[in-house]
Nanobody
Framework: QVQLVESGGGLVQPGGSLRLSCAASGSIFSIDVMGWYRQAPGKQRELVAIATTTSSTNYADSVKGRFTISRDNAENTVYLQMNSLKPEDTAIYYC??????????????WGQGTQVTVSS
């Protein structure tokens, strides 16, 4: 089994910063893509940022220049540094990892989600 455990969410004022972390553990041969998604009330889950094993990254237009995704492959961990936060960034943030098993299978795993609230 594989588990993704997120941390770092909370309440922050507009213009503030938060850093999210997501650590993967369990039966992991390797991890392909790791990324962050978010879901605001009444909206669909959307991509925020993803990072490959070679640290190639991709961001949603709404967060470019404000958020930075990074990975520690040795620790199977992905981070999301969020700066200049806006009220519209308020959502539950989910970590996702594409886990490669020892036999080459690839499966998507999700974390439980962490709440980020941007409000004065």
């Amino acid at each position: 089994q594989v588990q993704l455990v997120e941390s770092g969410g909370g309440l922050v004022q507009p213009g503030g910063s938060l850093r999210l972390s997501c650590a993967a553990s369990g039966s992991i041969f390797s991890i392909d893509v790791m990324g962050w998604y978010r879901q605001a009330p009444g909206k669909q889950r959307e991509l925020v940022a993803i990072a490959t094993t070679t640290s190639s990254t991709n961001y949603a237009d709404s967060v470019k220049g404000r958020f930075t995704i990074s990975r520690d492959n040795a620790e199977n961990t992905v981070y999301l540094q969020m700066n200049s936060l806006k009220p519209e960034d308020t959502a539950i943030y989910y970590c996702k990892a594409v886990i490669v098993g020892s036999r080459g299978s690839q499966l998507d795993y999700w974390g439980q989600g962490t709440q980020v609230t941007v409000s004065s």
